[in-house]
């Protein structure tokens, strides 16, 4: 199914596309884990940044679903899914091969609808009769060996996604692990994108639990393997940069976590690069990535070099015909202005966001602005410094 080359989630979408039509199980379902996963390791070092400035997380528009918003599907993914095609029967089911995978194919189909009203415990039941189901298949050679295995590796992935947002870290590195096996045992090499991108999943969910090791060693392994393979091949394809691009703002993130900060800056500015290359300038993942590299700019008091990052993102989100984080903009770059007293303009810029906030029904920014706001207001009624 189609999706917008200028969506981050185009990327993700083209790297999961190319390991279901490898594994030769039906894509119905993507999951949001590697765009979502940076929001998790954000600091929480710079309780006054995040007082002050809109994290970008708050208002990247995802939905958040416990600890981890993994498995939203998009609507129209729901389109596809119908209640009909699910129930029906068919009375030549034991003479067709076609009809055993159907079987399997019904029970996937279940669980993520089940998934998708976040009836947890329903959809693991589906996918565990959808296991069972192609096992008792295999064993009695309705299927072949590949064919279970390829969906096995489908049903894993998508069951590990669902522990790691419900929270389940244990259960859903196990999961992860045996769906890269299953990759692997279909014929995928090391270094393919699909390997990658669930390496980035699991060096997510390592940041998480605070395994730093494994987590740095997972994200530059990512980042040093698509940065070869855009080396050996400058026009190699989208799915490629696109992975890198994700793997570097994560790796950003993770960095300013633990305040390395020219590291982190030093990323992002990476990021920014292959972002351009890979999703175009005038893109909402553009203005994630310069929201990113702001915060940083911001952390380290260089309030100049912070407002120059944000008014470009600023003048592409105008350049946008829908923006979800041009409130977030304005505030924070209210909040700059606010910094180096310049009352007057931090007031317009922070009125300007609270407006644009209630329009967006964004809750949390229409706070951000309003606290900006009382800052500007307290800071014109303070005796001035002598």
């Given at each position: 199914?189609?999706?917008?080359?200028?969506?981050?989630?185009?990327?993700?979408?083209?790297?999961?596309?190319?390991?279901?039509?490898?594994?030769?199980?039906?894509?119905?379902?993507?999951?949001?884990?590697?765009?979502?996963?940076?929001?998790?390791?954000?600091?929480?070092?710079?309780?006054?940044?995040?007082?002050?400035?809109?994290?970008?997380?708050?208002?990247?528009?995802?939905?958040?679903?416990?600890?981890?918003?993994?498995?939203?599907?998009?609507?129209?993914?729901?389109?596809?899914?119908?209640?009909?095609?699910?129930?029906?029967?068919?009375?030549?089911?034991?003479?067709?091969?076609?009809?055993?995978?159907?079987?399997?194919?019904?029970?996937?189909?279940?669980?993520?609808?089940?998934?998708?009203?976040?009836?947890?415990?329903?959809?693991?039941?589906?996918?565990?009769?959808?296991?069972?189901?192609?096992?008792?298949?295999?064993?009695?050679?309705?299927?072949?060996?590949?064919?279970?295995?390829?969906?096995?590796?489908?049903?894993?992935?998508?069951?590990?996604?669902?522990?790691?947002?419900?929270?389940?870290?244990?259960?859903?590195?196990?999961?992860?692990?045996?769906?890269?096996?299953?990759?692997?045992?279909?014929?995928?090499?090391?270094?393919?994108?699909?390997?990658?991108?669930?390496?980035?999943?699991?060096?997510?969910?390592?940041?998480?639990?605070?395994?730093?090791?494994?987590?740095?060693?997972?994200?530059?392994?990512v980042i040093d393997c698509q940065e070869e393979k855009i080396k050996t091949n400058p026009k190699a394809d989208i799915d490629t940069y696109g992975l890198l691009g994700i793997a570097l703002q994560t790796y950003g993130r993770y960095l300013l976590h633990h305040n390395e900060l020219e590291k982190a800056e030093a990323t992002f500015g990476r990021c920014e690069e292959v972002c351009s290359h890979a999703v175009g300038e005038n893109s909402s993942q553009m203005l994630k990535v310069l929201n990113d590299l702001a915060a940083v700019q911001i952390i380290q008091t260089r309030y100049a070099q912070a407002e120059v990052t944000l008014q470009k993102a600023l003048v592409i989100s105008q350049a946008m015909e829908s923006c979800d984080t041009v409130h977030a903009i304005y505030s924070n770059l209210g909040a700059i202005s606010l910094k180096l007293s310049q009352f007057d303009i931090a007031e317009s810029r922070c009125s300007t966001a609270l407006k644009l906030a209630k329009q967006a029904g964004d809750d949390f920014a229409q706070k951000q602005a309003k606290h900006c706001l009382d800052k500007v207001k307290e800071a014109r009624q303070s005796p001035p410094v002598q």
């Open positions: 199914m189609a999706a917008s080359m200028r969506h981050v989630f185009r990327v993700v979408k083209a790297c999961s596309d190319k390991f279901y039509k490898h594994t030769g199980f039906v894509n119905t379902y993507r999951t949001k884990v590697i765009t979502e996963c940076p929001r998790l390791i954000l600091s929480r070092n710079y309780p006054s940044f995040a007082n002050r400035f809109i994290p970008l997380w708050k208002v990247s528009g995802f939905a958040a679903v416990g600890m981890w918003s993994f498995f939203t599907v998009k609507k129209e993914e729901e389109d596809v899914i119908k209640k009909e095609e699910i129930v029906e029967a068919d009375e030549d089911h034991d003479k067709n091969p076609e009809k055993h995978r159907t079987d399997i194919e019904r029970y996937v189909k279940l669980a993520k609808m089940a998934q998708m009203k976040k009836e947890f415990d329903e959809a693991d039941m589906y996918y565990h009769k959808a296991l069972k189901v192609a096992n008792n298949k295999l064993n009695n050679e309705q299927i072949s060996k590949k064919f279970s295995t390829q969906a096995r590796t489908y049903i894993h992935d998508a069951m590990a996604d669902m522990a790691l947002s419900r929270g389940q870290f244990d259960k859903a590195e196990a999961l992860y692990k045996d769906t890269l096996k299953g990759y692997l045992e279909t014929g995928g090499s090391k270094t393919d994108n699909a390997v990658m991108e669930l390496t980035l999943k699991l060096s997510s969910l390592y940041a998480i639990v605070r395994k730093d090791h494994e987590a740095r060693l997972g994200l530059t392994t």
